[in-house]
């Protein structure tokens, strides 16, 4: 198993203003994902970050408004930017481990609220 | 493209009761199936995981079923009781998890 922390744990921002969210791995990991879950809907995958490489961005999702960093094997950043109140949502870390049955282990989440 | 769909959206059970979630997924090419549980501020616990190959999975008072030709999974809840309340999350994996909704189950005691 994995024990992920993130942090903060919730915010309050303005619009216009970026904020990076931080997740934290006690063990080395591959693969680390980012999800978001806007209010009442499901997760949606962001982006999938592995280090050494440049972090591969789902539909809908880009690289300006949500650069990620991967700079080893147990810590990555997600930076939401340039807010707006349609940004505000359950930010998600997961990882995924190998060698074991084909599970992800997610963070506690980022509550963000825009104003 | 993937969809995932759980009914009911919202569920309110008296304490002992056993209970149905359903799950909907319309690519039956999948390699598992996950239930995970939300709870505010926890982040999400998966509580059972069925590989497409498998027909069903128990944990306690959890029995999570996969008919993967139908595309349908359900998780049954024995005996249900006010810790169970959560959001729980059914999730499909081809080349990436996908996840339904929700079903924002509440047990009063």
């Known amino acids: 198993s994995a024990v992920i922390s993130q942090k903060p744990s919730r915010d309050i921002c303005q619009r216009g203003t970026s904020l990076t969210i931080q997740c934290q791995v006690d063990?080395?990991?591959?693969?680390m994902f980012w999800y978001r879950q806007q209010p009442g809907q499901s997760l949606t995958l962001i982006a999938t970050?592995?280090?050494?490489?440049?972090?591969?961005?789902e539909s809908g999702f880009v690289i300006d408004k949500f650069p990620i960093s991967r700079p080893n094997l147990t810590f990555s950043t997600l930076t939401v930017s340039n807010m707006s109140p349609e940004d505000s949502s359950i930010y998600l870390c997961?990882?995924?481990?190998?060698?074991?049955?084909?599970?992800?282990?997610f963070g506690p989440g980022t509550r963000l609220l825009v104003l | 493209k993937q969809e995932v769909t759980q009914i009911p959206a919202a569920l309110s059970v008296p304490e002992g009761e056993n209970l149905v979630l359903n799950c909907s997924f319309t690519d039956s090419a999948i390699y598992n199936l996950q239930w995970f549980r939300q709870d505010p501020g926890k982040g999400l616990t998966s509580l059972l995981l069925i590989q497409s190959s498998q027909r069903e999975q128990t944990s306690g008072r959890l029995n999570a079923s996969l008919d993967k030709s139908s595309g349908r999974s359900t998780l049954y809840i024995a005996a249900s009781q006010p810790g169970d309340s959560a959001t729980y999350l059914c999730a499909v994996r081809g080349n990436k998890l996908v996840f339904g909704a929700g079903t924002i189950l509440r047990v009063k005691s």
């Open positions: 063990s080395q990991v591959t693969m």
């Open positions: 970050a592995n280090q050494g490489s440049e972090a591969t961005y």
């Open positions: 997961s990882v995924g481990l190998a060698g074991g049955p084909e599970t992800q282990y």
